[in-house]
C-alpha cells in the first residue's frame, strides 16, 4: 500500500515520520499528509488509474506567444483502470447521497470523501469531476484546535463546491476516463 501511495504523489517518509504501521490504511500517520497530496492522489483515481505529478504551471509563453515551458503530463499507472472506476463509483455516492452532498457542481459529476478528525481538529474534502482535482483542508494552523461542529461535509465541501464551479466555468464538460489520458489537472485550495 505504501508503494502505491509513494507513486501517487504522497511523500511516505514525511508523511509516517519512518514509522510505517497498519493503522495507515486507515489514516493513522504521524505527521499527516499536504492538500497538494491529497488532490494528487485522488486525480490519480480520476485519471483512471494514471497518476501526472502537480504541477502549478501549465505553460510559459513569451511575448509573441512562443511556448516556452510545457508542463510534464506524462503519467505511472499506479493502480488498475478497473479499481479506479470502482473508487470513482464509490466516491460519487459520497457527493450524491453521503456526507459530501454540499460538494456537488452542477453539471458536472463529482467523486469524493469528506473528513473529519477526532475531536473536529482538522476537517477535509478531497474530490474530483474528470478533469481537475482538488482538497480543501479546514483546520487551525497554530495547532490542533477544537471546531466544534465542523465537518468534512460542511465547510470544506462547499468551499470546494464553489472553488470548482469557478474553474470548471468556461472547460467542457466530460466524464471520467476508462483509460488514462493525461488530461488530468491538480489543484488545491486550502
Do not use: C
Not at 485522488?42 to 509573441?64: C, M, V, W
Not at 465537518?151 to 474553474?167: D, L, W, Y
Amino acid at each position: 500500500m505504501l508503494d502505491t501511495m509513494g507513486r501517487a504523489g504522497y511523500d511516505i517518509e514525511a508523511i509516517t515520520a519512518g514509522i510505517h504501521n497498519p493503522s495507515i490504511a486507515l489514516g493513522g500517520t504521524e505527521v499527516g499528509v499536504t492538500t497538494l497530496e491529497m488532490a494528487s492522489g485522488y486525480g490519480t483515481f480520476a485519471n483512471a488509474g494514471g497518476h501526472i505529478k502537480p504541477s502549478l504551471i501549465d505553460r510559459i509563453e513569451d511575448k509573441q506567444g512562443n511556448v516556452l515551458y510545457t508542463r510534464d503530463d506524462t503519467y505511472t499507472q499506479v493502480i488498475s483502470p478497473a479499481n479506479a472506476s470502482i473508487m470513482i463509483s464509490t466516491m460519487r455516492s459520497v457527493v450524491n447521497g453521503g456526507t459530501g452532498g454540499r460538494a456537488a457542481v452542477s453539471g458536472w459529476p463529482v467523486a469524493g470523501k469528506t473528513g473529519t478528525s477526532q475531536t473536529n481538529v482538522d476537517a477535509w474534502f478531497a474530490g474530483v469531476t474528470p478533469v481537475l482535482s482538488t482538497a480543501v483542508w479546514v483546520g487551525h494552523p497554530e495547532g490542533r484546535i477544537p471546531m466544534y461542529g465542523v465537518t468534512g461535509g460542511a465547510a470544506p465541501a462547499a468551499v470546494f463546491s464553489s472553488f470548482m464551479r469557478k474553474a470548471l466555468a468556461n472547460i467542457p464538460k466530460a466524464d471520467y476516463p476508462s483509460t488514462p489520458h493525461g488530461k488530468l489537472r491538480e489543484a488545491t485550495s486550502g
